[in-house]
């Protein structure tokens, strides 16, 4: 009989963690669903950095495109 108990004992817990689990998940995406990612204004601030140290460490040279790999 203890046996059984402690099944449905792992049973319950393993079907709760994974309910739990499955509301954050929902919630998460209705977070970034009501709030998406919005474009960053340092763009530009960055692209001047990234010109500013290639220019330093290439004296002469003229960077013409910068862009991310993702």
């Avoid at 998940?25 to 140290?53: K, N, Q, W, Y």
């Amino acid at each position: 009989m203890e046996s059984l108990d402690l099944v449905a004992i792992c049973t319950s817990a393993f079907v709760g963690v994974f309910l739990l689990l499955t509301v954050l998940a929902l919630v998460m995406r209705l977070i970034t669903v009501l709030f998406p990612e919005r474009e960053s204004a340092g763009d530009s601030t960055m692209i001047a950095a990234v010109s500013t140290v290639l220019q330093t460490l290439y004296p002469g040279t003229k960077i013409t495109k910068v862009e991310e790999i993702k």
